[in-house]
């Protein structure tokens, strides 16, 4: 893993946007890409006049709609049963899929924009989404908002966390442990406006005619 981590960080280092957006597009598929390595190392070098934070924003949304968009086609086009045979192949086991399947259901399609703020269902949240047959447009529409704050996010995170100690760019498993244990307040406050949004949607829910 220490490898593959590493590889990753060079991609954006030495492919600047084109690396974040390649990256950004694997991690919002089933393959197991981190977004914390992707983000937070581009914001660093942003810091270094290498790229622009706000670049780094916009390249991190564009490939986290790309990936999602495409998981949520394939989903679409293949069905559940394929998912369900397969998936296993690409570390998507069925316990995982039917977390996402529950959480959309949950959430309708306010489901799709926190799930982009989530860990575990940020990458899987497409998956349902193509099998419920969500319209394509409100999908979209969730997921370039939940990725731009997420990754907006991200790069706060890895600018601060950089700045404070810059060493760490050598070292990528502490960055990486460092940026989530900055975001750790974000996805507890995300998950209180989750509740928050789901409790909502069953009081104001229609009740059925009797």
């Known amino acids: 893993m220490h490898a593959l981590i590493a590889l990753w960080f060079g991609w954006v280092r030495d492919w600047g946007y084109g690396g974040v957006v390649v990256l950004m597009a694997l991690e919002s598929t089933i393959l197991p890409v981190p977004s914390e390595v992707v983000i937070p190392p581009a914001a660093y070098w942003a810091s270094q006049g290498q790229m622009n934070l706000y670049g780094v924003v916009l390249a991190g949304t564009v490939g986290s709609y790309i990936g999602s968009a495409l998981s ?11 998912i369900q045979r397969y998936g296993r192949r690409f570390l998507l ?13 949950r959430y309708e399609s ?4 926190f799930a982009r703020l989530l860990p575990v269902v940020r990458h899987l ?13 409100r999908f979209s529409l969730m997921t370039i908002a ?17 700045s404070r100690n810059p060493g760490l760019i050598d070292n990528p498993e502490a960055m990486i442990s460092a940026v989530k244990h900055e975001s750790l307040w974000f996805v507890g406050a995300v998950l209180g406006l989750a509740v928050l949004y789901g409790v909502t949607m069953r009081l104001t829910a229609k009740k059925p005619v009797s």
């Open 72 to 82: 949520f086609l394939v989903a679409r086009w293949v069905g559940r049963l394929a």
């Open 146 to 162: 939940g990725s731009a704050l997420w990754c907006g996010v991200l790069a706060w995170m890895g600018d601060r966390v950089s």
């Open 125 to 137: 949240i497409s998956i349902p989404a193509g099998i419920l047959r969500m319209g394509f447009g």
């Open 110 to 113: 306010g489901g799709v924009f």
């Open 93 to 105: 086991s069925e316990e995982k899929l039917d977390r996402a399947e529950r959480f959309l259901q």
